[in-house]
């Protein structure tokens, strides 16, 4: 079946660290740049306050995996690693980046609380932003056209971010160039994996859901808002074998 034309506007993605969108949700990003969909990354700090890995070192771990996933990618200041806020000002420039890039569909990290506040945070202040971005008469963006976007999906970072209730799509990245592609991303942030094997621990978790689905591997994603269909011949399938 040809590609619509929405198939090939921008996909969005926001991480508020430099592995996060690597981690969380790197084998869909594989799987939708090898797609041929223009893909680009927005990181809001440099990991300063981690552990492991100075910020010059994640930027550069953060560089290679883009590349390994296809992906463009930039750096925006806003306040610092685990010093983000929710603020309008925040949002407004968040907002300033949708209408730049014009993309279809926007990934922010989920709104559970339980987890890095930074990830929660961004998640809802990337929500604030594709609504501003629509909203012709906001003052600080009147250089730039306005833009409604087409989905907005949150993704989980961590089996903690995930929210209780069922993801809202299963998106299948068994494909086995995709995985190559996600494990090359994910093992660029070395310097992380001397806390903990997120690589396998990823991995795992995609293995799972897959396998309870009826494929390989599975990431979950949860929409912001109802999912709309021309059809019922517009699905795919069920995660569910009856």
Known sequence: MPNSPADSLPLLAFGAHPDDLEFGCGGLLALESRAGRPVHLVVTSHG?????????????????????????????ELDGDAHLEVKAAHAIKLAGIIRR????????????????????????LVRDACRLARFGGLAELRDLAPHAIG??????????????????????????????AWNDAMNAHASQQKTRNYTE????????????AGCEHAIPLWSNDPLVFSGLASLDRSARRF
């Open 201 to 212: 621990l990823q991995l795992t978790r995609a293995r799972l859901r897959g396998l309870r």
């Open 151 to 180: 989905h907005l999906f949150f993704y989980a970072i961590t089996a903690d971010a995930e929210p209780t209730s069922p993801p809202s799509a299963l998106i299948d990245v068994s494909d086995a160039a995709v995985i190559r």
């Open 48 to 76: 300063e306050a981690g552990t492991n890995g100075t910020p010059e070192i994640r930027t550069r771990e953060a560089e290679a995996a883009a590349a390994a996933l296809g992906a463009t990618l930039e750096f925006i």
């Open 101 to 124: 890039h014009r993309p279809q569909i926007v990934l922010a990290p989920t709104l559970v609380e339980n987890q890095h506040p930074d990830h929660w945070r961004l998640g809802q």
